[in-house]
T-cell receptor
Framework: GAGVSQSPSNKVTEKGKDVELRCDPI?????LYWYRQSLGQGLEFLIY??????PDKSGLPSDRFSAERTGGSVSTLTIQRTQQEDSAVYLC????WGGGQPQHFGDGTRLSIL | ELKVEQNPLFLSMQEGKNYTIYCNYS?????LYWYRQDPGKSLESLFV?????AVKQEGRLMASLDTKARLSTLHITAAVHDLSATYFC?????????????FGKGTKLSVKP
């Protein structure tokens, strides 16, 4: 079956521009997570959506970062006024309903800020 | 703040040898996850350990959880080259209620013939 799909796979942009990253979770999965992976910081949790509940935004590093999930399915992570330290691989994961279950990860979006 | 520490961070093994990767975490949790990542690829779930004393095995890999010691181990038996990858352990940041994972830094395993 289809796994977690992320787009674009690579994104290069200039410092100060806004970017949007998309995640399409596995059908039927109510829990959706965003993480980022960088050499300096390892794997960091960013934000968590569960069904129609308010998202857990506790991992977002600044107010330049935001995310939404429409209709309980597709999610978009937006980074405004990008900075060089935003360069990383942004990973999306989904699971059937949350804790205690393996999260299924997409292939990620590699974001490079020039 | 929940911290997850793995050791070693780098491991070079010969084929056929056994070794153990350790994962310590700093707060109470009964849910521990192991993932594998190949270079340039995403994370693949290996094991989910949901209670004290849990042990799971898949092929040459066996994972265990001791929640009292806040320790999980990933044991590799008779390593083969195909096991070369980076292995991450992760813990639920809310003790299992939500699933936001806090990851260790990863153990980069290289198995040489």
């Amino acid at each position: 079956g289809a796994g977690v799909s992320q787009s674009p796979s690579n994104k290069v942009t200039e410092k100060g521009k806004d970017v949007e990253l998309r995640c399409d979770p596995i059908s039927g999965h109510t829990a959706l997570y965003w993480y980022r992976q960088s050499l300096g910081q390892g794997l960091e949790f960013l934000i968590y959506f569960q069904g129609n509940s308010a998202p857990d935004k506790s991992g977002l590093p600044s107010d330049r970062f935001s995310a939404e999930r429409t209709g309980g399915s597709v999610s978009t992570l937006t980074i405004q006024r990008t900075q060089q330290e935003d360069s990383a691989v942004y990973l999306c994961a989904s699971s059937p309903w949350g804790g205690g279950q393996p999260q299924h990860f997409g292939d990620g979006t590699r974001l490079s800020i020039l | 703040e929940l911290k997850v520490e793995q050791n070693p961070l780098f491991l070079s093994m010969q084929e056929g040898k056994n070794y153990t990767i350790y994962c310590n975490y700093s707060t109470t949790s009964d849910r521990l996850y192991w993932y594998r990542q190949d270079p340039g690829k995403s994370l693949e779930s290996l094991f989910v350990l949901l209670s004290n004393g849990a042990v799971k095995q898949e092929g040459r890999l066996m994972a265990s959880l001791d929640t009292k010691a806040r320790l999980s181990t990933l044991h590799i038996t008779a390593a083969v080259h195909d096991l070369s990858a980076t292995y991450f352990c992760a813990v639920d940041s809310y003790g299992g209620s939500q699933g936001n994972l806090i990851f260790g830094k990863g153990t980069k395993l290289s198995v040489k013939p």
